[in-house]
């Protein structure tokens, strides 16, 4: 990420057990500090719906690179899964790996483990709060 880029967003299903259990390992790997976090149900996450209409009431995580800007650009499902390890950097970047599998497959397997999410990994009634510390990098929250 250049001086001049606007930080990334993760839209995720904010009531999503094993979502935001990977939003807290990414908060705790985050070697930036700086990805942003905003819920499916947002405001924010419905103006980038609005922005790309092939993508509206789409039930996946969303990496919304440059988000607000003219060249803002939005990868779902396992890209945006490997967008997050692009992100994190380090050891993390070894998952990359999985890009020798061609995305219908990955996405067909991210597809399956999101139909079962809510039975294995639970449900919140409501999106959790984040803690004080990291707030501010949820938005609307």
């Known amino acids: 990420m250049?001086?001049?880029?606007?930080?990334?967003v993760l839209l995720?299903?904010?009531?999503?057990?094993?979502?935001?259990s990977v939003v807290r390992a990414i908060l705790r790997f985050d070697p930036h500090?700086?990805?942003?976090?905003?819920?499916?149900?947002s405001d924010f996450a419905r103006a980038v719906f609005d922005r790309h209409p092939t993508i509206k009431g789409?039930?996946?995580?969303?990496?919304?690179?440059?988000?607000?800007?003219?060249?803002?650009?939005?990868?779902?499902?396992?890209?945006?899964?490997l967008r997050v390890v692009d992100y994190l950097g380090g050891p993390w970047k070894l998952l990359?790996?999985?890009?020798?599998?061609?995305?219908?497959?990955?996405?067909?397997?991210?597809?399956?483990?999101?139909?079962?999410?809510?039975?294995?990994?639970?449900?919140?009634?409501t999106c959790p709060l984040p803690p004080p510390e990291v707030r501010a990098r949820f938005l609307d929250a």
Do not use: M
């Open 33 to 41: 500090g700086t990805l942003r976090f905003a819920a499916l149900d």
């Open 58 to 81: 789409v039930d996946s995580v969303v990496f919304v690179d440059e988000p607000e800007q003219p060249d803002e650009r939005v990868a779902l499902r396992s890209a945006a899964a």
């Open 96 to 125: 990359g790996a999985a890009r020798i599998i061609p995305a219908p497959l990955r996405d067909w397997l991210y597809n399956r483990i999101a139909d079962v999410r809510y039975r294995i990994f639970g449900k919140h009634d």
């Open 12 to 20: 995720y299903d904010g009531v999503c057990g094993v979502c935001n």
């Open 2 to 8: 250049s001086a001049e880029s606007v930080p990334p």
